[in-house]
T-cell receptor, first 113, second 112 residues
């Protein structure tokens, strides 16, 4: 079963607006990551937030993490048409020699010019 | 520049045939992963490796196998292809659990 579950499944906004995507996960994590996927392409890593962090920023991206609620959110500010893509959260479980990521089903973001 | 490459990009095969998908990375990452992506299921982990000679099963490993004889390569083999294995396959690598993954561009496999 999927560890991460995104909400909403699809989001359509106008250029310049903010986009917020939410993610819930089920078990204890080492960190939570967000990825972007353009149509027909591989996933691209956007940002990683560790379990002891509550908020992290990177450019127009802001990620929050609430481990008590097992949830995270990704905010994209001042969206652009080029932000149109699918966004996935991925929960990282800690193992002795590495970490597997369990992905959610993604949020399809459409930014209209 | 370091990269991770998958080949072929597209493949059509017949039911029952053995198929091998290649994944090659020049990042010198110890950790490598294979996922499949299907509508309605997101990405699901097939197999993964944390180093040479190490392989582990993921959540959807039935009908698939991998081997890791060097750091750079993690080929994925479908022992006897089935129509249910029609999917897009992604390979990824990572230096460790506090880092993100680097993904390949994917292989679209169709089993007819």
């Amino acid at each position: 079963s999927q560890q991460g579950e995104e909400d909403p499944q699809a989001l359509s906004i106008q250029e310049g607006e903010n986009a917020t995507m939410n993610c819930s996960y089920k078990t204890s994590i080492n960190n939570l990551q967000w990825y972007r996927q353009n149509s027909g392409r591989g996933l691209v890593h956007l940002i990683l937030i560790r379990s002891n962090e509550r908020e992290k920023h990177s450019g127009r991206l802001r990620v929050t993490l609430d481990t008590s609620k097992k949830s995270s959110s990704l905010l994209i500010t001042a969206s652009r048409a080029a932000d149109t893509a699918s966004y996935f959260c991925a929960a990282a479980s800690q193992e002795t020699s590495g970490s597997r990521l369990t992905f959610g089903e993604g949020t399809q973001l459409t930014v209209n010019p | 520049d370091a990269e991770i490459t998958q080949s072929p990009r597209h493949k059509i095969t017949e039911t029952g045939r053995q198929v091998t998908l290649a994944c090659h990375q020049t990042w010198n990452h110890n950790n490598m992963f294979w996922y499949r992506q299907d509508l309605g299921h997101g990405l699901r982990l097939i197999h993964y490796s944390y180093g040479v000679q190490d392989t582990n099963k993921g959540e959807v490993s039935d009908g698939y196998s991998v081997s890791r004889s060097n750091t750079e390569d993690l080929p994925l083999t479908l022992e006897s292809a089935a129509s249910s294995q029609t999917s897009v396959y992604f390979c990824a690598s990572s230096p460790g659990y506090i880092y993100g993954y680097t993904f390949g561009s994917g292989t679209r496999l169709t089993v007819v």
